[in-house]
């Protein structure tokens, strides 16, 4: 019952445990203190008299900021999950990785299915990045980085996407996710990134509202689509 509870958002492990024993949580009607209650999530659930809707699988869009790394935990670090406030993060995990350095759109999920389709080679699921850079893009280096370049792996980097925008800044758009790719692609090109957001992955978009730092779980709708961006 008390996980059930985290994962449907009602808090903590701790904070759940609370709630039950402050007799706050009802199954079918008869109150439930005990966290260790066996349920199936097909009875019906109230928490402080909100219906609670249980989901097996979760996901979150995360605004990640500047100076917080992808990981699960880090002894010395601020980590992702920690920004996740009054969510169950227990068995969630980032898809990808953004460097602390970079901020944007990260996915986090306890779909460990979709997680590995979605960073599979085999899809090719695209990630569109903003970077500032140290020079101009001029446009052959941008035809460069299109055809794909040499970035000191077995192979080239993979045919991208690129252009600049009316403020100078580099809209770069790659189908594979390789260790601090966007940087060494452009350092291929002898330039030099200076500052770098995620924009989208597949087809997740991030927000215009959605301010660093803060997140929200995924609508049906996105979950839809990002199923889709890995059906073929």
Same mark, same amino acid.
């Given at each position: 019952m008390d996980k059930l509870l985290a994962d449907a958002g009602m808090g903590t492990r701790s904070q759940v445990k609370e709630l039950l024993r402050r007799g706050f949580v009802t199954v079918d009607g008869a109150v439930c203190k005990k %966290?260790?209650?066996?349920?199936? %999530?097909?009875?019906?659930? $109230? $928490?402080q008299g909100q219906a609670v809707e249980y989901a097996r699988y979760r996901y979150y869009m995360l605004h990640k900021p500047q100076g917080v790394v992808t990981a699960t935990r880090d002894a010395r670090e601020k980590t992702v999950l920690d920004l996740l406030k009054g969510v169950h993060t227990a068995d969630l995990s980032p898809v990808g990785r953004l460097d602390k350095d970079t901020e944007g759109l990260l996915l986090l999920t306890n779909d460990g299915e979709l997680a590995h389709r979605l960073l599979s080679p085999k899809y090719h699921v695209d990630k569109c990045y903003l970077a500032r850079t140290a020079r101009p893009v001029e446009a052959e280096a941008l035809a460069v980085l299109e055809q794909g370049v040499d970035i000191g792996d077995d192979k080239p980097t993979l045919p991208a996407v690129a252009k600049v925008n009316e403020q100078g800044e580099l809209l770069l758009t790659i189908r594979e996710g390789r260790y601090h790719q966007v940087k060494r692609m452009l350092r291929a090109v002898d330039n030099e990134v200076l500052y770098l957001k995620r924009l989208s992955f597949g087809s997740l978009v991030l927000p215009e509202d959605l301010e660093a730092g803060a997140f929200r779980a995924l609508t049906e709708e996105e979950q839809e689509r990002l199923r889709h961006d890995i059906s073929g």
């Open positions: %966290g260790e209650q066996k349920v199936s %999530g097909q009875e019906r659930i $109230c $928490c």
